[in-house]
C-alpha cells in the first residue's frame, strides 16, 4: 500500500510562518479503482471531524490488503483556525472559508487557497466534506447535497447509513461552500454533518458509514459493519422542515433527546430566567415530526433557532 504526504498549497504569512494545506493519500500497490476525498477542519472550532479521519486511517493502515482504491484525506483546510479554535480563517478579515469557493488562482491568499483545494480534488469520484454543529446545538448524523444534483445524489447517499438526508437549495451560500462549488463542476460531493459533542457511539456511526460507502464503490474490500438502507428520512424542499423559534431571551432548558418523534404541541423545551426564577416561554412543537437539529442547554435570545423538525409525511 502507497502512503504519500503532499503539500497541496502554501503561503507565506507573517512572522516567517507559512499557511499549508496538506493532503494524505492511501492507495493500493496495483493499480486503483477509483478516488474519494474526504476533508474536515474548514471551520476551525469543529473538532470531530479530525478524530473520523484519524479512524479512517488507522483502519487503512491496519488493513492494508483491502484498500482497492484511492483514498485522499485533508485533516486541516483550515489549519489557522484549528489553531485558535476559530471558525473563520484569523487573518484580519475573518472570512468563512466555506462561503469562498470555487476561489481564483490568482486572487486573494484565501481565494487562491480555495482554488488549490478544486484544482486537487476535481475530478475524483467522491469528495466528503465532514462538520460538525457547535457546542450550543445537537445535530444528527445527516448527508447535506446540493439539490441541482438531487435526483443524482440522495440514491448514492443512501450507502453512508446517515440517520436523515437533506437537500440545500443552491443559494449564494451553498454554491459558494466547497461542495457546492464542486457539484458545480461537476464532481459529485456531500457534506457530512455530525454533533461536535464527543459522543463514541455517534462518532462510530459517521465512521462505519464512509467504510460502507467506501466498499459500495469498490474501494473497500475489509469490513464495514453497518448495512445500507433505503429507509432514511429525506427532506427534498424546504416545506418539510419546520424552524422551531423562541421569542423570549433567557436560558434554553432542553426537555426532548435528538431523533425523537414528536407530536404537534409537545413540549421541546422551556426558557427560564434565573434571575426571577420562573420560566419565560415554552417551547413547543409546532407539527408532528423528526427532531433532527435542536438546541442545547445555552442562553438563547429572541429569534434563537431551537430546533428543525422534518415534518412527517402524509
Known amino acids: 500500500m502507497l502512503r504519500e504526504l503532499a503539500t497541496i498549497a502554501s503561503v507565506a504569512l507573517p512572522v516567517n510562518e507559512r499557511w499549508a494545506l496538506r493532503r494524505c493519500r492511501y492507495a493500493p500497490d496495483s493499480s486503483s479503482k477509483g478516488r474519494v476525498c474526504i476533508a474536515t477542519g474548514i471551520h476551525g472550532d469543529e473538532m470531530m471531524g479530525q478524530f473520523i479521519i484519524y479512524h479512517i486511517a488507522r483502519r ?39 462561503r469562498s469557493f470555487p ?88 457534506v457530512i454533518e455530525m454533533d461536535e459533542q464527543y459522543h463514541p457511539e455517534a462518532a462510530e456511526k459517521v465512521i462505519e458509514g464512509i ?11 475489509g469490513d464495514a459493519r453497518r448495512l445500507p438502507t433505503e ?26 433527546l435528538i431523533g425523537t418523534h414528536v407530536k404537534a404541541g409537545q413540549v421541546l423545551g422551556e426558557i427560564i430566567d434565573a434571575l426571577a426564577g420562573a420560566p419565560r416561554e415554552t417551547i413547543t412543537a409546532p407539527c408532528d415530526g423528526l427532531i433532527f437539529s435542536q438546541r442545547n442547554y445555552s442562553a438563547v435570545y429572541p429569534g434563537t433557532l431551537i430546533a428543525r423538525i422534518r415534518k412527517e409525511q402524509a
Not at 486541516?76 to 476559530?86: I, K, R, S
Not at 467504510?211 to 474490500?221: D, P, T, V
Not at 429507509?231 to 426532548?256: F, K
Open 211 to 221: 467504510f460502507c460507502k467506501l466498499k459500495e464503490m469498490g474501494l473497500w474490500a
Open 231 to 256: 429507509d432514511i428520512p429525506t427532506v427534498l424542499s424546504a416545506e418539510q422542515i419546520c424552524r422551531v423559534p423562541c421569542e423570549q431571551p433567557g436560558i434554553y432548558v432542553p426537555e426532548t
Open 60 to 98: 487503512i493502515r491496519q488493513n492494508p490488503n483491502a484498500l482497492l482504491g484511492t483514498v485522499d484525506l485533508y485533516p486541516m483546510l483550515n489549519p489557522l483556525g484549528l489553531d485558535v479554535l476559530e471558525r473563520t480563517v484569523p487573518t484580519g478579515t475573518q472570512l468563512d472559508m466555506n
Open 103 to 190: 476561489g481564483r488562482p490568482k486572487g486573494t491568499t484565501l481565494e487562491s487557497m480555495c482554488d488549490s483545494i478544486m484544482q486537487d480534488m476535481m475530478g475524483s469520484d467522491l469528495v466528503l466534506d465532514i462538520h460538525a454543529s457547535s457546542q450550543h446545538k445537537s445535530e444528527m448524523y445527516e448527508v447535506r447535497i446540493s439539490s441541482s444534483a438531487c435526483s443524482q445524489l440522495v440514491p448514492k447517499a443512501h450507502a453512508l447509513c446517515p440517520d436523515i438526508i437533506w437537500t440545500l437549495e443552491d443559494r449564494s451560500t451553498f454554491s459558494s461552500s466547497l461542495v457546492g462549488a464542486l457539484t458545480e463542476a461537476g464532481t459529485d460531493a456531500m
